[in-house]
């Protein structure tokens, strides 16, 4: 029913408007700084960040950017598409960061990439996360 495969030449290119938006800032224009999880980036639309190429979505974290500690992505198909029943896939390559912080347990610290779904009705006053549900597919 819906579907991108992210087609794209050898050029940096942005993502389909018509299946996907922007969510940018750092969450505090919805009363939300750091999304609600203590997130220290700043989302942007920039192609330093989010962007396809080569035929793939590249989404990237930059330190010392644009005036903030750190900038990314985030995309969602909010307000594009929904639906009640069928399947959800995703191929999904994570490329982490080689250095750690010190006394890091398990790897490098500060990348959380993931790939989930809400239910449509999450920005509802009424219900509104998490009674509107959540399934991550993906989450490292």
């Known amino acids: 029913v819906w579907g991108d495969e992210f087609d794209s030449a050898a050029i940096k290119l ?24 203590g997130e220290r980036e700043f989302y942007t639309d920039s192609l330093q960040n989010v962007f396809m190429q080569d035929g793939l979505l590249n989404i990237q974290l930059l330190k010392n950017d644009a005036n903030h500690a750190y900038t990314s992505g985030r995309i969602s198909t909010m307000g594009k598409f929904q639906f009640t029943y069928g ?6 390559r994570m490329n ?18 993931a790939f989930w779904m809400l239910g449509f009705d999450v920005n509802d006053p009424y219900i509104g ?3 509107s549900g959540e399934q991550d597919i993906m989450e490292n």
């Open 14 to 37: 942005k993502v389909d408007s018509s299946k996907w938006k922007y969510e940018l800032g750092d969450g505090c224009d919805r009363g939300l700084c750091g999304w609600g999880n």
């Open 87 to 92: 399947r959800v896939s995703g191929r999904i």
């Open 96 to 113: 982490m960061p080689t250095s750690s912080a010190p006394g890091a347990k398990d790897g490098p610290v500060g990348v959380w990439g």
């Open 129 to 131: 996360w998490p009674n």
